[in-house]
Each structure stands twice: as C-alpha cells, then as structure tokens.
C-alpha cells in the first residue's frame, strides 16, 4: 500500500523566514496530495492540495510543488508568522469511483520565533 | 456551525468498557471518514462510507470495532472491550460526492484506563 515519509520532524524559523517541509509517496498511482495544519487540540485544516495534473499551485504566502518522477511534493511558505506554528500534516490518495482514504505522513512541528 | 462535529470531545473509560463515538458530517457530504490520530502521529485511515454504504475497511479495524451510518447522515463509531492501546484521538472527515477535500471534525480523544 501507499506509505508517505515527511521531513523534517521539526523546523523552526524566525519570524519573516522561508519554511519548506518535504514529502515523499511510494505508489506512484496517488494523484491528490493535501496539506493540513493542526493546531494543539485543534482539528486538521486543509490548507491547500494538488493534483497530479499539476505542478504547482500557489495561494498567497503557502505553496506546494509536485514532482511526480521523483513522487516528492513539498509544502512553501513564505514570510512566515508567529500564527503559521503549528503541526503540518502531507497526505497522498489514489482517489477511486466511491472515496479516497488518505495516507498521511507522520507531521512536521513548524515553530516561529518572534 | 456547519463545520463537521463529533461527540462526546473527550471520553474516559476504563479497560473492558464498550464506548460508542458520534460524528455528524457537513450538510449534504455523503461521503464520511474515520480516521485514528496517536501522539506524533499522523492520521490512519480506519474506515469510510459513502451514504450509508460502508465501503473500505482497514486492517486496523480489528472485530472489536464497528462502525455505521445507518441513514447516510451521522455515523456512529464503537469499540467493544475497549484496550489500553485503543487510546488514541479518533477523527471524522468528510467530502462531498466526488470532490477530493476533506474537512475534519475535532475529534474525540479516547482514553483508555
């Protein structure tokens, strides 16, 4: 089955810095790739996804990249804020005709320091 | 509120006690998930519906656990015997018809005495 491996585990940065967190799939029939943002006791926010049909997509100061050869996709944000700590979570699908479970990858803590 | 909601938020109990989790889906999603979430980890893939037809279950879904949705709305997630290692947050997601996005509930942290 599918199997996603993410890193890093933890990154900090100052605040107005770049953060880039990586992920890597094993079955290269997955073609959704969502990115959630879990606050402490708070549910997983989908904060933006891609398809495999796509390369990049951007939405204001977050990112993510495909690369389908490689089946590595990474998440970018840019100018980052104190608000952006949080638990990020990778996910790949291979949606089918009645559903798509995800396979998530284990999170990255993300710190900004003020 | 028309996000996804799940109850109880919180449930202790003690080891051989059967528990029973609500989750009440987004207006109109006929899909729905469920989802475990241990410390530092991801989310695993348990279970999912689509109204009220059950459709995948995981290996992780041992007899001890059962899960329905009788009228393609709510689902109701038990686990019978309940085990230590059954602690976990247990999460529901769902999407509508063929759409990709999943929106999460918040939970309801199982802890298992």
């Known amino acids: 089955g599918e199997n996603v491996e993410q890193h890093p585990s933890t990154l900090s940065v100052q605040e107005g810095d770049s953060a880039v967190i990586k992920c890597t799939y094993s079955?290269?029939?997955?073609?959704?790739f969502p990115w959630y943002k879990q606050e402490l006791g708070k549910r997983p926010q989908l904060i933006i996804d891609i398809r495999s049909n796509v390369g990049e997509k951007k939405d204001q100061r977050i990112a993510v990249t495909l690369n389908k050869t490689a089946k590595h996709f990474s998440l970018h944000i840019t100018e980052t804020q104190p608000e952006d700590s949080a638990v990020y979570f990778c996910a790949a699908s291979i949606p089918q005709e009645y559903g798509n479970k995800l396979v998530f990858g284990a999170g990255t803590i993300l710190r900004v320091k003020s | 509120d028309t996000g996804v909601s799940q109850n109880p938020r919180h449930k202790i109990t003690k080891r051989g006690q059967n528990v029973t989790f609500r989750c009440d889906p987004i207006?109109?999603?006929?899909?729905l998930y469920w989802y475990r979430q241990t410390l530092g980890q991801g989310p695993e893939f348990l279970t999912y519906f689509q109204n009220e037809a059950q459709l995948e279950k995981s290996r992780l879904l041992s007899d001890r656990f059962s899960a329905e949705r009788p009228k393609g709305s709510f689902s109701t997630l038990e686990i019978q015997r309940t085990e230590q290692g059954d602690s976990a947050m247990y999460l529901c997601a769902s999407s509508f018809r063929e759409r990709y996005e999943q929106f999460f509930g918040p939970g309801t942290r199982l802890t298992v005495l």
């Open positions: 207006s109109e999603h006929n899909r």
């Open positions: 079955d290269s029939a997955s073609n959704y």
